[in-house]
């Protein structure tokens, strides 16, 4: 709705008010007015601050000004507020906060000081710790800041909360690069990469950053994204980017390296790179119903008659692991799956040993007879 920059402007002067004191945006008629908006009536009251319950500064606390009991009681029944400390949040509120607790994610190292507070590398030595509103907050200030092309104090700003979320993450890198602060977004490109490890945006982001810049870093990025990310664009590109030797030997350190964290994820890459006999072995070994059946279109050519004695061996320990006709329909698929192979004379031997040796499941009987079989 704000399509000029008198609007953007009137905008700005409404959330100055409310905003968190950083020193990116500490100037003199910012500072008064968050000064005089502490002391006086707000949205959150000096008096509820003093009286919250006492938490983790670092994670943000849902039930401070949001949870009374005449919420849930209407101000009939006289219910006392847990003394034992804020409840214990995860999905509490929503999406929102589980991205956000994530992403706030400390990690204490061998002095005991968190991920979030080092120096002596170009970063503050203390940084803020917004609770969840200051961060949405502060998301409108700087999309205006944005708006408005305000890129020195964008870029003040964001230098003191980037490792707060990703999104300031992403948009000071943007900022620092539109600069051609290269050194310095380098040093927010790792910085994120240990406060966000989880993110795959991020190691995207990363991979991106050092595209073209630090080819080494930039394989570095792409295995990280195919390995623990499952990014098959980044196993391409990876491949891509490296020569034929270098492929050998990185080729066989991810086929290593996945047989030993995700076999099925193994499987996949075999049959995307026509290594069929490979995939064969591996699915074979893997004396899994469901992954037989998985692969048979692909796999099962490159031999049928293995295939199929698989097939067959693995339906009765599966019928003799586990009941209910959820369980006996999905054995009937894998006996239309031998079907499909072509060995039809086969599964009719096969079916009636089945039969006589579960007589005593008539469930199983009458889902045979229902599948034609």
């Given at each position: 709705?704000?399509?000029?920059a ?5 905008l ?5 008010s ?6 990116g ?6 500072g ?43 101000g009939?029944?006289d ?9 214990e ?9 589980t991205?956000i607790?994530e ?9 005991g000081?968190t ?6 590398d170009?970063?503050p ?5 917004l ?8 998301s409108?200030y ?6 408005l092309?305000?890129r020195?104090?964008?870029a003040?700003?964001?230098e003191?909360v980037?490792i707060e979320?990703?999104?300031?993450y992403r948009?000071y ?7 051609g602060?290269d050194e310095?977004?380098?040093e927010v490109?790792?910085?994120g ?9 991020v ?5 991106e ?10 394989r ?5 994204l ?5 990014d ?9 980017a490296?020569s ?5 030997s990185?080729?066989h350190?991810?086929?290593t390296?996945?047989?030993r964290?995700?076999p ?8 995307r ?13 893997s ?12 796999v099962a ?16 320990p599966?019928?003799?692991?586990d ?11 894998h ?20 039969r006589?040796?579960h007589?005593n499941?008539?469930a199983?009987l ?8």
């Amino acid at each position: 709705m704000c399509t000029t920059a008198d609007d953007l402007e009137y905008l700005l002067s409404l959330v100055q008010s409310d905003l968190p004191a950083l020193d990116g945006i500490a100037s003199n008629e910012t500072g008064a007015v968050v000064a005089a908006g502490s002391g006086s009536e707000s949205g959150t009251p000096q008096t509820d601050i003093d009286n919250a319950v006492e938490t983790d500064e670092r994670v943000p606390d849902p039930t401070q000004w949001r949870l009374e009991v005449e919420l849930f009681t209407g101000g009939e029944l006289d219910v006392e507020h847990l003394d034992v400390g804020p409840l214990e949040v995860t999905d509490f509120v929503g999406e929102t906060l589980t991205t956000i607790l994530e992403e706030m994610e400390s990690r204490p190292d061998e002095n005991g000081e968190t991920t979030g507070s080092r120096g002596g590398d170009g970063r503050p030595e203390q940084q803020p710790n917004l609770s969840v509103d200051e961060q949405q907050l502060l998301s409108t200030y700087l999309w205006i800041l944005s708006e408005l092309e305000e890129r020195e104090q964008l870029a003040a700003v964001l230098e003191d909360v980037y490792i707060e979320r990703s999104e300031f993450y992403r948009q000071y890198i943007d900022v620092l690069r539109a600069d051609g602060q290269d050194e310095r977004a380098h040093e927010v490109v790792e910085d994120g990469l240990e406060e966000f490890p989880h993110s795959v945006d991020v190691h995207q982001l990363a991979a991106e950053f050092y595209r073209g810049r630090d080819d080494e870093r930039y394989r570095e990025m792409l295995r990280t994204l195919f390995v623990r990310f499952e990014d098959w664009d980044a196993y391409d590109d990876l491949r891509s980017a490296s020569s034929a030797e270098e492929w050998e030997s990185i080729s066989h350190g991810l086929r290593t390296q996945l047989g030993r964290i995700d076999p099925d994820r193994l499987i996949e890459l075999y049959v995307r790179e026509d290594d069929l006999e490979a995939a064969f072995e591996k699915v074979l070994e893997s004396d899994d119903l469901e992954m037989l059946r998985r692969y048979r279109e692909p796999v099962a050519e490159v031999d049928p008659e293995a295939y199929f004695e698989a097939y067959r061996d693995l339906p009765e320990p599966s019928l003799a692991a586990d009941t209910g006709r959820d369980h006996y329909r999905t054995v009937i698929e894998h006996l239309r799956d031998i079907e499909d192979l072509g060995f039809d004379k086969e599964l009719a031997p096969l079916i009636e040993h089945l039969r006589e040796k579960h007589s005593n499941r008539p469930a199983f009987l009458d889902e045979l007879e229902t599948a034609g079989y």
